[in-house]
């Protein structure tokens, strides 16, 4: 049981380049996120889905897009990375019933040059 | 809308002295509450979690948080603090029925021997 998964864990882009972020679950849970994480701000809401097929804007979406095909995978996606982009990106589930507790996965540090 | 206020982005404590952080949140109904633990180059994980039961919860570890309604805080303390506990600390509030969490800008917690 990995719980939560997040590849790659360090990437280095150019900006105007594009890259996917890609995180798995296995605990069967309904519910995944996508959070940045920037010094002095705690975790800001990009985008989270509510099932498979489903997706919705949270706090921060400009600039990233996903897609959520199988319930077990969540993807973020950056058409065209900007050095404001440079953070840690963390992916969370939870369950229908979990009271809304959430899962981690061990993050992602991009930096856009 | 919700908010959480951290007072403190840094505590120093002695090894063995009380652990305080101090978690203040609005929220237009009542919340569910959480606590959060990163460790370096890690994800977050769950300390504890209040969702309208016991209003003093424990958590992992040998910490606890009390639910004040009338402070509208969810302070969390430790009684004697160990070089382990070294880490930063995040304060997060949900509206129940709501999936994301909203999360406070987090206090770094350094224990020193």
């Known amino acids: 049981n990995a719980g939560v998964t997040q590849t790659p864990k360090f990437r280095v882009l150019k900006t105007g380049q594009s890259m996917t972020l890609l995180c798995a679950q296995d605990m069967n849970h309904e519910y995944m996120y996508w959070y940045r994480q920037d010094p002095g701000m705690g975790l800001r809401l990009i985008h989270y889905?509510?099932?498979?097929?489903?997706?919705a804007k949270g706090e921060v979406p400009d600039g990233y897009n996903v897609s959520r095909l199988k319930k077990q995978n969540f993807l973020l996606g950056l058409e065209s990375a900007a050095p404001s982009q440079t953070s840690v990106y963390f992916c969370?589930?939870?369950?229908?019933?979990?009271?809304?507790?959430?899962?981690f996965g061990p993050g992602t540090r991009l930096t856009v040059l | 809308a919700q908010s959480v206020t951290q007072l403190g982005s840094h505590v120093s404590v002695s090894e063995g002295a009380l652990v305080l952080l101090r978690c203040n949140y609005s929220?237009?109904?009542?919340?569910?509450l959480f606590w959060y633990v990163q460790y370096p180059n890690q994800g977050l994980q769950l300390l504890l979690k209040y969702t309208s039961a016991a209003t003093l919860v424990k958590g992992i570890n040998g910490f606890e948080a009390e639910f004040k309604k009338s402070e509208t805080s969810f302070h969390l303390t430790k009684p004697s603090a160990h070089m382990s506990d070294a880490a930063e600390y995040f304060c997060?509030?949900?509206?129940?029925?709501?999936?994301?969490?909203?999360f406070g800008s987090g206090t770094r917690l350094q224990v020193q021997p």
């Open positions: 929220s237009s109904v009542p919340p569910y």
């Open positions: 889905s509510v099932g498979e097929g489903t997706t």
């Open positions: 969370a589930s939870s369950s229908v019933r979990g009271a809304d507790t959430q899962y």
């Open positions: 997060a509030v949900s509206d129940p029925g709501k999936r994301a969490l909203t």
